[in-house]
């Protein structure tokens, strides 16, 4: 990895940080930080060679600058903010790497809005810029590992969705106890008998529209359900009506009881309640 040629100056916390520092210190406070990046971080216990970099200033001003800005270690001096911002700088890279490659693999696919909550979640940005704990510098590596990952996670899902069709396949068709698989049977077509047996059938549908009816109209009962059909299929018959699909029966059904229990609620010259408007109108999507 070629060094990087800056360092973030921050131009006010240097300016507070250095106000009661004289010029030549301020002058000498700057080279070592210069030396510091340049030398990988880490300034030498050598004051003579230290005041021939600091060109102008004594011996005494460098170790004073030493003691007051920099910690001593055993391999040498270094400033812990200067050490902290390279760092930083450092991992910003590969992370901006990784994190692009990542967000252009995401747009690429066509990934439905949970698949994509899961993959970002699942994204764990230094697996693919560190290896045994040293930071990755290639950015060619960082995106094949990215690339990889992906395709891994995308492969599972896939495949996952694939087992859960394959089990819901295994389960269509079955249908409850007294009651038809749902499958073909709403798009087929019934005569007005075969039909009043198949809704005598969908347990679940009567006992879903008597629960949704009943928040209009709290007296509503199954026995009024039945009551309801019976009106309605002498209706359609009297209209030549002789085939007709489940589903198509349903949804007329839903539209014609609606307007029935309205009228029931509605009293003359008043309009029904806000709260059975509301009602009236998340009931219209039944059927």
């Known amino acids: 990895m070629t060094k990087d ?30 030396y510091q990046h340049q030398h990988d971080g880490i300034i030498p216990n050598d004051l003579r060679r230290l005041t021939m ?9 460098v170790e004073r600058v030493l003691n007051h800005k920099f910690e001593q270690t055993a391999d040498g001096w270094f400033n812990h903010k200067l050490d902290h911002l390279v760092n930083e700088r450092s991992t910003g ?21 949970s698949q ?28 094949s590992r990215v690339r990889e990952w992906f395709t891994k996670m995308v492969d599972q899902m896939v ?21 038809k698989p749902v499958s073909d049977d709403r798009e087929k077509y019934y005569s007005l008998t075969e039909l009043k047996a198949e809704v005598k059938n969908q347990f679940s549908w009567r006992e879903s529209m008597c629960r949704n009816y009943r928040e209009m109209d709290k007296s509503f009962t199954p026995k009024t359900l039945e ?4 009106e309605f299929f002498k209706l359609i018959s009297g209209d030549g009506d002789t085939e007709r699909t489940l ?12 307007k029935e229990i309205q009228k029931g609620l509605k009293r003359p010259g008043q309009e029904l309640k806000g709260m059975d408007k509301d009602v009236m109108k998340k009931l219209e999507k039944y059927g």
């Open 5 to 34: 040629p800056a360092f973030l100056f921050y131009s006010k916390d240097f300016y507070e940080g250095t106000r009661m520092m004289l010029p030549e210190e301020r002058a000498c406070y700057i080279d070592l930080l210069i």
């Open 247 to 258: 589903k198509d029966f349903q949804k007329h059904f839903n539209r014609w009881a609606l």
């Open 116 to 143: 994509t909550i899961k993959i970002k979640k699942s994204f764990q940005i230094l697996d693919f810029i560190e290896e045994n704990g040293k930071l990755i510098s290639d950015e060619s590596i960082i995106k």
């Open 53 to 61: 970099y600091c060109s102008g200033c004594s011996a005494e001003v």
């Open 227 to 230: 009551t309801y059909l019976e």
């Open 93 to 113: 890279k590969p992370k901006k790497i990784a994190s692009a490659c990542f967000a252009g693999l995401i747009s690429s696919r066509n990934l439905t809005k």
């Open 159 to 179: 495949d996952n969705l694939a087992i859960a069709n394959a089990n819901a396949s295994k389960e269509k068709g079955k249908g409850g106890v007294g009651e």
